[in-house]
């Protein structure tokens, strides 16, 4: 009955390759969000999606790709993989998209670009 | 860039003691929110405080927030072990609910 799920948990992959991190969430969210973790924990929002559409788009490199198929799931595929990429990627989701959306976060992906 | 920074980075206190955080920010917020990250996990949702609100309870959790100083606390009354985690402030500006985080603080409570 996990909440927001996340696969893989782990993904050790070469510099160059292409690679993606799924994300599911089952409790009937409409808002779903990316968030890069850095090695120093410092958090920081990729991307959202109400619905299916993207209102949040930060200052991120165009090889990170979010694609959102239905209301329940965020894959984010990241092209190019470089080594600055190396971090913990969370996806979260809420209910609506007003300032007081509390947002429920999945376990993480660890990132290891070699 | 970052909205809040926390202080201390780091706090280490026995089981049974209270644990007090600090987050500062930069701008006019619509409400601050702490998370708590155990090592490996994701973030748990603790409590929210809007900008017209000066203190908030939750069980062992009181916080509170001053917007003329840009400041808020997260006091951890009567720790346990458990409560070893990283604890993060977040602020929400303006209309919409984008999060952005703070530093950070490492608490390690001992037996």
């Known amino acids: 009955d996990t909440a927001v799920s996340q696969t893989p948990k782990y993904l050790v992959t070469q510099m160059g390759n292409d690679k993606s991190i799924k994300c599911e969430q089952n409790?009937?969210?409409?808002?779903m969000y990316w968030y890069k973790q850095d090695s120093k924990k410092f958090l920081k929002i990729m991307f959202s999606?109400?619905?299916?559409?993207?209102?949040i788009n930060e200052t991120v490199p165009n090889r990170f790709s979010p694609k959102s198929p239905d209301k329940a799931h965020l894959n984010l595929h990241i092209n190019s993989l470089e080594l600055g990429d190396s971090a913990v990627y969370f996806c979260a989701s809420s209910q609506g998209r007003s300032p007081d959306s509390t947002q429920y976060f999945g376990p993480g992906t660890r990132l290891t670009v070699l | 860039s970052q909205q809040g920074e926390e202080d201390p980075q780091a706090l280490s206190i026995q089981e049974g003691e209270n644990a007090t955080m600090n987050c500062s920010y930069k701008t006019s917020i619509n409400n601050l929110q702490w998370y708590r990250q155990n090592s490996g996990r994701g973030l748990v949702h603790l409590i929210l405080?809007?900008?017209?609100?000066r203190e908030k309870h939750s069980g062992r959790l009181r916080v509170t927030l001053d917007t003329s100083k840009k400041s808020s606390s997260l006091l951890i009354t009567a720790s346990r072990a458990a409560d070893t985690a990283s604890y993060f402030c977040a602020t929400v500006t303006g209309g919409g609910n984008k999060l952005t985080f703070g530093t950070g603080t490492q608490l390690k409570v001992e037996l």
């Open positions: 999606y109400n619905n299916k559409e993207l209102i």
């Open positions: 405080i809007r900008s017209n609100e």
């Open positions: 409790l009937g969210h409409d808002t």
